[in-house]
Structures are given as C-alpha cells and as structure tokens.
C-alpha cells in the first residue's frame, strides 16, 4: 500500500544541523513532487518545502529559507530534509507529504519529532 | 502570502446535529482549497479537495462548498469520532507557497 515513513528526528543543540529522511513505497515516487509539513506542539500544521518530481524546483517558506535544503533521490525512493542553523522555533514534528491522487496532500508519513534544545 | 482565517475557534455539538466550520482566504484561491481531519496523535487525513471534492473514503456526510475567499465544511450527523481538529489549507498560490488555516477545534458533547 501507499506508504510515507519518515526517520532522523531527535534532540539537537540551536545552531546545529539535522537530517530528516522520508521513504516512499507503494506508488511511483519518481511522479510525484514531495512535499515537508511541520507542527509545533500543540500548534497547527505549517508547510515547508516543496520538491518537483524530477528534483528541478525548489521552494522554501520563508521561516526556514537559507537554513533548509530538500532533496530527493528517486532511485532510492528517497525524500530528504537538510535542516542547518536549528532554532528552538523549529521544534516541531515533521511530516513528507504528497498529491498522488488528487491536487492536495492525499498521503502523509508519521512524522518524525525534531526537538532544538539546549 | 495568503492568510487564511477559520472560524471558530473551538466549536462543541451534540451527537447527531450539524456542524459548519468556516474558512476566509485573504485573496482569492479559486476552487484550490482542502480541508483536513486531525485527531490527537494522529496524522492529517485529506477530507475534501478542489473545494468540494470529498476524497477516497470519506463519508458523505462532509461535504464542502465555496470558491474564491469563503469556504465551509459541513458535518452532518456528527459522531463521537468526528471530535477533532479540522484544517483548511490553500494551494492556489504554489509556487511558491501553501497555508494552512490556523484550525477548529470540534467537540462532541
């Protein structure tokens, strides 16, 4: 079946850097643009970034441009979240999503738990 | 950035009746709007697409209506299990970007 898990999150120091991974499986990941969505603790859900299928656009939200990168790596069904400069607002869980189905966020992983703390 | 607004903020229902929750964009987003179903601890579930598109498996007793900047969700027939936080998001305005609506709260009493 359709399937998001998302892995690497943990407890980081403000100022490092943490790499978050999300492995697709049941559909042509290669087809679809990835999208990260976080949520802060007991706050509402925030979009990230967005990555075309093919990996040649790019788009950030403003509170994490020129901190996050994403990346994806197609042959391993892989979407990726390059976190740099951590700060104790990027607390959050974060979640890989796509439109597979339909033209909104129709699969969504877990979440992984990203805390920036000292 | 377009700023979508929902309201209420909490709202709290009997068993059986109707909700309406609403969501306002602060310009014009067309048809692109969905919403979304999150109970606590749970993942995000698409409920409505394309403004009233409900998605694979959601019941028909969520629908949804509107265009450009005003938007509803109906629940109609409310269960215990519908108590959850509902979102409204916008992907008229990507690239480069998507908002969420801040969320309602629904209760069941």
């Known amino acids: 079946q359709v399937q998001l898990v998302e892995s690497g999150g943990g407890v980081v120091q403000p100022g490092r850097s943490l790499r978050l991974s999300c492995a697709a499986s049941?559909?042509?990941?290669?087809?679809?643009?990835m999208h990260w969505v976080r949520q802060a603790p007991g706050k509402g859900l925030d979009w990230v970034a967005v990555?075309?299928?093919?990996?040649?656009?790019?788009y950030y939200s403003d509170s994490v441009k020129g901190r996050f990168t994403i990346s994806r790596d197609n042959s391993k069904n892989t979407l990726y979240l390059q976190m740099n400069s951590l700060r104790a607002e990027d607390t959050a869980v974060y979640y890989c999503?796509?439109?597979?189905?339909?033209?909104?966020?129709?699969?969504w992983g877990q979440g992984t738990m990203v805390t920036v703390s000292s | 950035e377009i700023v979508m607004t929902q309201s209420p903020a909490t709202l709290s229902v009997s068993p059986g009746e109707r909700a309406t929750l609403s969501c306002r964009a602060s310009?014009?987003?067309?048809?692109?709007l969905a919403w979304y179903q999150q109970k606590p601890g749970q993942t995000p579930r698409l409920l409505i697409y394309?403004?009233?598109t409900r998605a694979t498996g959601i019941p028909a007793r969520f629908s949804g209506r509107g265009s450009g900047t005003e938007f509803t969700l109906t629940i109609s027939s409310l269960q215990s299990e519908d108590s959850a936080v509902y979102y409204c998001?916008?992907?008229?305005?990507?690239?480069?970007?998507?908002?969420f609506g801040q969320g309602t709260r629904l209760e069941i009493k």
């Open positions: 999503a796509s439109q597979v189905g339909t033209d909104a966020f129709d699969i």
């Open positions: 049941g559909f042509t990941f290669s087809s679809y643009g």
């Open positions: 990555i075309w299928y093919d990996g040649t656009n790019k």
């Open positions: 310009q014009s987003v067309s048809s692109n």
């Open positions: 394309g403004a009233s």
């Open positions: 998001q916008q992907y008229n305005d990507w690239p480069p970007s998507i908002t």
